[in-house]
C-alpha cells in the first residue's frame, strides 16, 4: 500500500537548487499532516557528493541515483530514473520544485505511471487525511483548490518561493544508493550549453536582502537613489515590470509573475504599488518594509512594516541612518 512523500531534490552544476530545500519542507510539512514520513531522492552527477547534505534533515532515508547515462541531465534519462524511484519507494505522494528541468520530465513520469501531475502548487493542504493542493490561476488573481482522483501517487510540483528554505526542519537520515538499470533506456538528446537568457544574469532567489523599485521612482535618473540603499544594506536590486520594461533595469531584476520569484529575509518596496502580479513574486518574504506616498496603496496590506511618505525624502533618510 502506498505510503509516505518521496521528495525529487534538484542538482544543477553540481550544487543543491535552492527551490530543492523548499521542496524538501514542503515534504516533511505534507508527512507531518498525514501522519507519515518523507525521504528525498537525488538524481545524476552530485547525487552522492550532496547526499549528506539531504541527510541533516529530518527525512526517513535519502536515496542517490547514478549511472553513465545520469552524468548529464536529459529528460529520457531522468525520467526513467525517477519512476524506478517511485516503483521501489511506493510513496503517497512526489513533491517536485516547479524549475524548468522539472517541467521537462515530471510530466513524462506521471505519463509512464498514468498519474495526475499538479503543477505550480502555492500550498498543501491536509484535513482528515485528503489533501488539497492550491494553485493560481489568471495570473494569480485567483487561488484554486485541486484535489487528485487518480490513484497514489499523486505528483505536485511547488512554485518558487511557496516555503521557506529554513523551514525544512534538520535531522538524521540514511542514505542508500538505488541500483537503477538505464541500459535499455535510449537517450534521444543532445545536450549542449546551458542557455543564458541575460548575460551575467543574477539569481535573485538567492538573495537574502532585496531592494525593489516601482514606478514611484518616476525616471531612470533617480535610480542611484535605489542603489545607493541597497548598498547600505548590503542588498540586491530589483524592479517591478514597468522598469523593466521601460530598460532603466534589465529583465533578469524582475519580480513576479513573468519575472523571478524571491523569498529574502528583507524586501524592501520603494514606490511599488503593489499589483498582484508583482506580489506574486515576493509575498512570501521574512519582512516586507513598503515606502509609498499612497496610503490606500496595496502593497501595505503586505508590509510588515509601512512608510507613507515621499520617497524621495524617507529614502535619503533612511540610508543616512544606515551609515550612522
Known sequence: MANGVLVYVEIR???????????????????????TTAR??????GA???????????????????????????????????????????????????????????????????RALVGDVIKLKVEGGNVTLVRQIFQ???????????????????QSGAYRTDAARDGSAPTRALSVDLGSVRI?????ERFKDVKGAVDLSAATRIVSVGRGIKSDENLGLVNELAAALEAEVAAS???????????????????????????????????IQHVVGMKNSGTIVAINKDKEAPIFDLADF???????????????????
Not at 188 to 192: G, L
Not at 255 to 273: D, E, F, K, N, R
Open 13 to 35: 552544476g553540481g550544487e543543491l537548487t535552492n527551490s530543492s530545500w523548499e521542496s524538501v519542507a514542503a515534504g516533511q510539512a505534507l508527512a507531518a499532516g498525514l501522519g
Open 40 to 45: 528525498a531522492v537525488l538524481i545524476g552527477d
Open 48 to 114: 552522492g557528493s550532496n547526499a549528506a547534505k539531504v541527510a541533516a534533515k529530518d527525512l526517513a532515508e535519502v536515496i542517490t541515483i547514478e549511472d553513465a547515462k545520469l552524468a548529464t541531465y536529459t529528460p529520457d534519462g531522468f525520467a526513467a530514473a525517477m519512476v524506478a524511484a517511485i516503483r521501489d519507494c511506493d510513496p503517497a505522494w512526489v513533491v517536485f520544485s516547479h524549475s524548468y528541468q522539472v517541467r521537462d520530465f515530471a510530466p513524462r513520469v506521471a505519463a509512464r505511471l498514468d
Open 140 to 158: 494569480g488573481k485567483i487561488n484554486a483548490d485541486v484535489t487528485c482522483r487518480t490513484d497514489a501517487p499523486g505528483m505536485i510540483s511547488l
Open 188 to 192: 534521444r538528446w543532445t545536450v549542449e
Open 241 to 275: 515590470r514597468p522598469i523593466c520594461d521601460s530598460g532603466w533595469l534589465p529583465m533578469d531584476r524582475q519580480i513576479g509573475s513573468s519575472g523571478q520569484t524571491v523569498t529574502p529575509q528583507l524586501y524592501v518596496a520603494v514606490g511599488i504599488s503593489g499589483a
Open 306 to 324: 509601512g512608510v507613507v511618505g515621499d520617497l524621495f525624502e524617507v529614502v535619503p533618510a533612511l540610508i543616512k541612518k544606515l551609515k550612522e
